[in-house]
Nanobody
């Protein structure tokens, strides 16, 4: 069974940095696409970024472009480097995986982690 396990969340002040990690475990599954989504308190889940693992091609949501960087380690792990954090980045962050990248549509992802909380204070 494929599992995604996130780590690295926490509390930070505005302007600070955090690095999230997500490890893929289970069989020999190596996803073609890995992504990060987030769900702010009281809001719907929203896309953050994805990375196409064979080529490292990336796509970012406008709200994080230029501040966040997604990277991956041979489709075994995916990372989210978050700089210049803002209070509006406060959310539960989820890692997701699928066979291919289709825009940033959550319904196209087959596997999800349990989430890691990020809290940014002003």
């Amino acid at each position: 069974q494929v599992q995604l396990v996130e780590s690295g969340g926490g509390s930070v002040q505005a302007g600070g940095t955090l690095r999230l990690s997500c490890a893929v475990s289970g069989y020999t599954y190596r996803p073609g696409c890995m992504a990060w989504f987030r769900q702010p308190p009281g809001k719907e889940r929203e896309p953050v970024a994805h990375i196409y693992t064979p080529s490292d091609r990336t796509l970012y949501a406008a709200s994080v472009k230029g501040r966040f960087t997604i990277s991956q380690d041979n489709a075994k792990s995916v990372f989210l480097h978050m700089n210049s954090l803002k209070p509006e980045d406060t959310a539960m962050y989820y890692c997701a995986a699928s066979n291919s990248c289709v825009a940033l549509l959550s319904r196209t992802y087959n596997f999800w982690g349990q989430g890691t909380q990020v809290t940014v204070s002003s």
